[in-house]
C-alpha cells in the first residue's frame, strides 16, 4: 500500500480528525480499530429506516431484516473459508465466543485430572475463562513457555503435551507483541494427542488472509470492532458436527424448538447458542466492514502493517533509552519501554502530541510478568496507518526524553 493509497483512506475515516480540524495520529488499531464512513453508514441504515426485529416478525420490513442478518452470517463464513454459514455463531465479542467454549464445550469434555494447554502470552481473556472452568471441574491448566524473542514455543509444547490435555487455545498473532502462531503445527500437536485448538483471532483476522479449513483448527474467535466494525459483536466459529454436540450455554427466546413446562427442546446450531434478541445492527455492520478490508485485500494489508511495524521498530531502535519486546517480524504491533519513563506517562506526553498509543499490561499480565515488567507502551498500526504516525511518534517521544531529562 503505498502512501498515496494510505493518505486517501484516511480520508474514509471520520475519527482521524480531532474537533478542531487538527490530524489525529492514532496508533491503538490493536484495541480497537477506527471505523470507515462505509460501516458507519451501514449501522446508521440499520438503525433508521431498515430496522425491524428479526427472525419473528411477519411483516415486510422483518422479514427483510431477517434476510439482512443472515446474509452478514454467510458473508462472514466466506470472508473465514468456513464450509456452512451454520459453522458461524454470533457473539458479542471474542470474550463471549471463548466463554462459550469453555462453558459449553468444556464443561461437557473437561473433567478432573483433565489438562487445557495455553501460553504464556494469552490475553486474559483466553486465560480466566478456562481457570474457571479448571477450577469448577477439577482440570489442571499447563502455560507454553515463550521462545527469547517471543514466540510461542511449539519445541516445548511438544513435550509438554500428553493425552490428558483436552484442548489447546491460543493467540494467533499476541496483542502485545505482534508474534504470529505457527497454526498448522500447533494444531497438528493438539490433534496428535487428541486434543482440541481454539484460535484467539482476534489479531489475526483483521490484517491476515484466513482459510478455517487450511488452518485445521476446531474453534476460532474474533471481535468485530477490531476488524473496523462494531463494538457488541464477534464470532465464533466451529466445525458444525462440535457444534452440533455442544449443550446451550444460554437459555431464552430464539434458541429454541419447543417450550413447555415439562422441558423444552433447543433449536439446532447456529441458533441454539444465540438466545435473546441478536445483535441486529452490529452484524450489519460487521458484514461492511468485511467487505471493506476484503475489498481492499487482507495481504495487502498484512504487508503495510507489518511494514510499518519494521519500520517503528528500527525508528526506535535508534533511540538509545528504548527497549523492544518481540520478534523482528510482526503483525502490525510494536511494543517497548523507555527508560526513566513510565509508559503511562510517556501515553499522556504523546497524547498532547496528537498521537494516541496504548500504555499498560494490555490484559496480558502474565506475560508482563514474564517479561519482567509492570507494562509497556504499545503501537499499532491499521490500514489507515503511514509513514507520518512513526515520525509524530518518534517526534513525542523525543520530547519527553527532553521533559525528564530535566
Not at 286 to 313: K, M, N, P, Q, T
Amino acid at each position: 500500500m503505498s502512501e498515496a493509497d494510505t493518505l486517501s483512506r484516511k480520508a474514509e475515516f471520520p475519527g482521524l480528525i480531532t474537533p478542531d480540524g487538527a490530524r489525529w495520529h492514532y496508533l491503538d488499531t490493536a484495541a480497537t480499530a477506527q471505523k470507515p464512513q462505509a460501516v458507519i453508514d451501514a449501522v446508521t441504515r440499520a438503525l433508521g429506516r431498515d430496522y425491524a426485529t428479526v427472525h419473528r416478525g411477519v411483516y415486510c420490513r422483518s422479514a427483510e431484516m431477517t434476510l439482512a442478518y443472515e446474509a452478514a452470517r454467510r458473508r462472514v463464513a466466506e470472508f473465514l473459508g468456513a464450509r456452512s454459514e451454520n459453522e458461524v455463531v454470533f457473539v458479542r465479542g471474542a470474550t463471549e465466543g471463548i466463554n462459550l467454549v469453555a462453558q459449553s464445550w468444556g464443561a461437557a469434555n473437561i473433567s478432573a485430572g483433565d489438562c487445557i494447554m495455553l501460553s504464556q502470552l494469552e490475553h486474559h481473556s483466553n486465560i480466566v475463562p478456562w481457570q474457571m472452568l479448571a477450577e469448577r471441574v477439577g482440570a489442571e491448566i499447563d502455560f507454553c513457555p515463550l521462545t527469547v524473542d517471543g514466540r510461542i514455543d511449539l519445541d516445548a509444547m511438544e513435550t509438554i503435551l500428553t493425552e490428558r490435555h483436552k484442548i489447546v487455545a491460543l493467540a494467533h498473532v499476541s496483542n502485545v507483541l505482534g508474534s504470529i502462531l505457527d497454526v498448522r503445527r500447533a494444531a497438528n500437536l493438539a490433534h496428535s494427542v487428541g486434543a482440541k485448538i481454539l484460535l484467539d483471532g482476534c489479531q489475526a483476522a483483521p490484517r491476515m488472509p484466513l482459510d478455517i479449513t487450511g488452518l485445521d483448527c476446531d474453534f476460532f474467535v474474533f471481535s468485530g470492532h477490531k476488524i473496523y466494525g462494531p463494538t457488541g459483536i464477534g464470532v465464533l466459529w466451529a466445525r458444525e458436527e462440535l457444534l452440533e454436540s455442544m449443550p446451550p450455554w444460554q437459555g431464552g427466546g430464539s434458541m429454541i424448538n419447543r417450550v413447555a413446562f415439562e422441558g423444552t427442546t433447543y433449536a439446532p446450531p447456529p441458533q441454539r447458542f444465540e438466545a435473546g434478541t441478536p445483535m441486529i445492527a452490529e452484524a450489519i455492520g460487521l458484514r461492511a466492514a468485511v467487505d471493506y478490508v476484503e475489498a481492499i485485500g487482507l495481504e495487502r494489508l498484512f504487508r503495510h502493517e507489518s511494514g510499518l511495524a519494521a519500520d517503528a521498530r528500527a525508528a526506535l531502535r535508534r533511540i538509545n533509552s528504548i527497549t523492544l519486546f518481540g520478534p523482528e517480524e510482526s503483525a502490525g504491533i510494536v511494543s517497548f519501554v523507555m527508560e526513566g519513563v513510565h509508559p503511562h506517562d510517556l501515553g499522556t506526553i504523546l497524547d498532547e502530541e496528537n498521537v494516541a498509543i496504548r500504555a499498560g499490561h494490555h490484559c496480558a499480565q502474565p506475560l508482563m510478568g514474564c517479561l519482567g515488567i509492570p507494562a509497556t507502551a504499545r503501537a499499532s498500526f491499521g490500514l489507515y496507518s503511514d509513514e507520518s504516525d512513526i515520525e509524530a511518534l518518534i517526534r513525542g517521544i523525543e520530547r519527553a526524553k527532553r521533559i525528564f531529562a530535566t
